[in-house]
């Protein structure tokens, strides 16, 4: 058990337009989604906690509103990136808690963004 | 306070060799150490972790050794295989309402056939 999928896997978009990636625990409920984003040979960069229900929590330093995150089920998180840019081509990755396990996160697959 | 520091950033290791990665953190409300496993393109897999009440865990030719007292811990992979050629990242969580995963800077393992 404990598996996550996203949608897309990879996505291009134009600059100046929107791009939406779901994030999907598939066989358990999760508490809390996480969205990271990580740059070729470099570690992962939390960007957003999310509880079901509840407004996104920021790490220092990310937009929240270019970054939108939508918690809006115990299986489903959304990551918006709005009016995108050249500079938020990245892969993003989201994971999932569940609820009373302390710390055990489980990741997606990722999704590959770029922007032209 | 918050950073995980992991080495080496490479490694290169013969097939049948022992892979040993290790890392070192400083905040001692850290609860939970986990070790990912990641291909290129692909998202983290958890590996296997531990928590600070056992000073090691061993799952298959994966092992964690942890030392409370030291701030440290290890991941040693024994007869180490070419499919085991990926990036490593150590992580350490807060627990608690925040639950929060710290990661390490990453180690890219290659075991050469």
């Known amino acids: 058990g404990a598996v996550v999928s996203q949608h897309p896997s990879w996505v291009i978009c134009k600059s100046g337009t929107s791009v939406k990636i779901e994030c999907r625990s598939l066989?358990?409920?999760?508490?809390?989604m996480f969205w990271y984003r990580q740059f070729p040979k470099q570690s992962l960069m939390l960007m957003a906690t999310?509880?079901?229900?509840?407004?996104?929590?920021?790490e220092q330093g990310v937009e929240k509103d270019k970054f939108l995150i939508n918690h809006a089920s115990l299986t489903l998180s959304t990551l918006t990136v709005t009016s995108a840019h050249p500079e938020d081509s990245s892969f993003y990755i989201c994971s999932a808690s569940k609820a009373g396990v302390s710390g055990e996160q489980y990741f997606g697959p990722g999704t590959r963004l770029t922007v032209t | 306070q918050q950073q995980v520091k992991q080495s080496p950033q490479s490694l290169i290791v013969q097939k049948g060799g022992i892979s040993i990665i290790n890392c070192a953190y400083e905040?001692?409300?850290?609860?939970?150490f986990p070790w990912y496993q990641q291909f290129p393109g692909k998202g983290p897999a958890l590996l296997i972790a531990i928590r600070p009440d056992v000073s090691e865990k061993k799952e298959g030719r994966f092992t964690i050794s942890f030392n409370k007292s030291a701030k440290q811990f290890s991941l040693h992979i024994m007869d180490s295989q070419p499919g085991d050629s990926a990036t490593y990242f150590c992580?350490?969580?807060?627990?608690?309402?925040?639950?929060?995963?710290?990661f390490g800077t990453g180690t890219l393992l290659a075991v050469q056939p």
């Open positions: 999310s509880n079901e229900g509840s407004k996104a929590t920021y």
């Open positions: 066989d358990f409920q999760a508490t809390t």
């Open positions: 905040n001692t409300a850290f609860d939970y």
């Open positions: 992580a350490a969580n807060y627990g608690g309402a925040t639950n929060k995963l710290i």
